[in-house]
């Protein structure tokens, strides 16, 4: 009738020292009618806690999702982006090589694109 589930806790801390924004992401204020939004955290809640804590490889793209992840919530810019290129059919590898590459791009085009103000 009732199902057990068993977390290990140190693996969850190990995950969770590696997402300095977790809480802000988790607790953002995502607007009511938002689902890709709500999608996308639970898609990122569910990516960081199945990956091994042990792992060096798997931490290293926790850091990097939390990250884009934080862009996401903050930055308008890179949201609409985002929302361009995530389809939640395709696999986890695939779509976590899209926001890492998507974020690569965008972040160059930022530090790159500098808008210059003339005063008259």
Request: with cysteine; net charge negative; proline share 1%.
């Amino acid at each position: 009738m009732f199902e057990t589930l068993t977390i290990d806790v140190t693996n969850v801390k190990k995950i969770l020292d590696c997402c300095p924004y977790y809480d802000d992401i988790i607790n953002s204020d995502i607007v009511y009618e938002d689902d890709f939004s709500v999608d996308l955290i639970d898609w990122y809640r569910d990516l960081i806690f199945s990956c091994d804590g042990d792992n060096n490889d798997d931490i290293k793209v926790v850091r990097d999702i939390d990250r884009c992840m934080y862009l996401y919530i903050n930055d308008n810019k890179y949201r609409k982006g985002i929302r361009k290129i995530i389809n939640f059919n395709l696999d986890n590898y695939k779509i976590v090589n899209k926001i890492l590459d998507f974020t690569d791009k965008y972040e160059i085009n930022e530090i790159l694109n500098i808008t210059t103000e003339k005063w008259l």
